[in-house]
């Protein structure tokens, strides 16, 4: 059989997605303005710095430099790049192990690098996320906006349960006793380590990936059939966590804005 007059069958690739993905929150990812790269913005001064000085302590963007917009949820398939088909991705250096590929509905527009996708299930947080207790209020750090009290230390995900909490000195914490979670915060309420303990936290969250390699726009007979993307963890690219509200809100205030919902 001649594979020339062989099309696509857009319907039949759209109810696959249908049937097997899964719904996510994809978000714009754009510089933030703390990044001026305006060739003549060196010579102007602002707060008596060079206006072309990167903001370190930006309020905005947390120091990552890009800030995310236009919150909506779409529907695309994800796979892993460790195993399968798409294992090729790692042998040409496209990708690492950990990373993904997402593969959206012919229906969500283009993705873009830099942009953020939100799973809405949780996962593990594999080995878990090392804090420094009370940093945020420690030494420079007051200097800077953290929105973070004396009692709170920032999660890099929005968590969904609490699996083990034990400090650099063997001290084991319970959820629901010592801590609670809000939002990306943990909140400390009793048998608080000491400022400037190291502790672990292990805990189920909704991660939140980036758009970090897009090799894999398809086009056939001069037709868009949407990208497949690769996607990372965003704390495996920063190390820094945004202090905006989870993406869910930011879904829910689109939405309040734009008078509809954008599926």
Known sequence: MSLINTDWDYAKLEELIEARGSYVIHETGVACTCRNQDTFASMIERDGMPASLRRLNCYLCAGDGYIYRNARV???????????????????????????????????????????????????????????????????NKLVRTDLSSSEDRLWYSPAAAIWCEDENGIIYTHGTDFVFDDKKVQWVENTPDDGTLYVLKYEGYHEWLVYHTPLDRFDRDRDLSPRVLIRKKHVMFTNGSLADTPAKRVDEQDELTTRTKI
């Open 74 to 140: 779409i529907k695309g398939l994800i796979s892993g790049v460790s195993s399968g088909p798409s294992r090729s991705l790692i042998n040409v250096g496209y990708a690492v192990p950990g990373d993904a590929v997402f593969s959206p509905s012919f229906n969500a527009g283009n993705l873009t690098d830099f942009d953020k996708i939100t799973f809405l299930f949780p996962e593990p947080l594999h080995e878990g996320q090392v804090i420094l207790r009370n940093a945020a209020n420690m030494s420079d």
